[in-house]
């Protein structure tokens, strides 16, 4: 088979993120009576179900460690691979740090899928390091069903810079760095009805790496960050939201969204992942109006950044993201926990 013919979607039955266990499943995997390593170098685990795990080495410097993979969202292999080490890295940027090195992760029907389209993946992941100045230095496969790539990814943070997703403070401004709707069209381009002036919407948001995280590191104002992934917006908020002790008021006119994305939403384009996160979730969302519901619960891949910023840092932050082309308006806040309704969507 020719690598100009492959349509990767083809080969597995979900898309990128969206393939992730809900919030409420994955509560269910973690639970455990088994004492963990007791020790104050860890600084970060998967308690408040942040981006990474962080570990203090001394000096005022963590390690930050993390991985990420998933089944294809594009049909092209190269950029497959492109959109999943951004993916993966991205989790390094939201912690506030900076990548060191990769690890390569890839599961592969070989009987299927020619070991010279693996490498168009490999070669994808090889590109994106280039671009985040970072070696791939290695890594482990293994013949599968479907197609799986990924990277595990080590970054550096000084601690002074550590960005956590439970630290955000009542009274804050919310940004999202990217719009959504990757989910929604991702599941039309796989079920074969997007329209061609599309189609490079998805990828070419995809691709672009959340380098902005290591930046707003280093504004003391920004007082939580994470990305958003699979859980969908409100997942990733949600889980801020409880981990900080706050609620959060949306506003969905100031949210930005791929546009076409709500078209094929009425076509009844939407991942079982998207589906899954709502039913996890909903009953701590209100909305205004639940036409909102989909796209606010969409399973992103490689979405923006999500920041909290004291109010009195909002300029700074605003001007950064509009010198580095990013989505630069408030859409919402934060407020002092009042009601198990953690998030309003006005």
């Not at 509560?27 to 963990?36: A, D, F, Q, V």
């Not at 070991?115 to 496969?141: K, M, Y």
């Not at 760095?177 to 929604?184: A, D, E, N, S, W």
């Amino acid at each position: 088979m020719e690598t100009q013919e492959i349509k990767m979607m083809q080969y597995s039955h979900g898309a990128g993120c969206g393939c992730k266990l809900s919030p409420s499943q994955l509560t269910h995997i973690l639970k455990t009576s088994i004492p963990r390593v007791q020790t104050d170098k860890l600084i970060v685990g998967h308690d408040t179900r942040d981006d990474a795990a962080v570990y203090d080495i001394g000096n005022g410097q963590a390690i930050i460690s993390t991985t990420d993979f998933f089944l294809p969202i594009v049909n092209d292999p190269f950029e497959f691979g492109k959109i999943a080490s951004v993916n993966a890295i991205s989790d390094v940027y939201a912690m506030g740090g900076k990548p060191l090195m990769a690890i390569a992760i890839l599961g592969w029907p070989i009987d299927k899928l020619s070991a010279e389209v693996a490498n168009l993946v490999v070669e994808g992941a090889r590109e994106v390091c280039l671009q985040a100045g970072i070696v791939l230095a290695g890594g482990h496969s293994i013949d599968n069903p479907e197609p799986v790539f990924g990277l595990a990814v080590t970054g550096m943070v000084e601690l002074k810079n550590l960005k956590r997703n439970d630290t955000a403070k009542p009274g804050s401004k919310l940004y999202l760095t990217k719009p959504l709707g990757i989910g929604i069209l991702a599941t039309a381009e796989k079920n074969g009805i997007m329209k061609p002036e599309h189609l490079r919407i998805g990828p070419e948001s995809m691709m672009r790496l959340n380098s902005m995280g290591a930046l707003l590191g280093e504004i003391p104002g920004v007082n939580a960050l994470t990305d958003v992934t699979g859980f969908g917006l409100l997942g990733h908020l949600l889980e801020m939201c409880e981990g900080s002790g706050v609620n959060a008021v949306l506003e969905y006119n100031k949210i930005p969204v791929f546009e076409e994305a709500l078209y094929y939403i009425a076509q009844n384009c939407v991942p079982g992942g998207t589906k899954r996160n709502w039913k996890s979730y909903g009953e701590k969302v209100h909305l205004h109006n639940p036409e909102n519901r989909t796209i606010l619960s969409d399973a992103q891949t490689s979405g923006g950044l999500l920041i909290s910023v004291d109010e009195d840092a909002a300029p700074v932050v605003e001007r950064m993201l509009t010198d580095a082309g990013l989505y630069a308006q408030c859409i919402g806040y934060t407020k002092a926990f009042n009601s198990e309704n953690r998030i309003e969507v006005i």
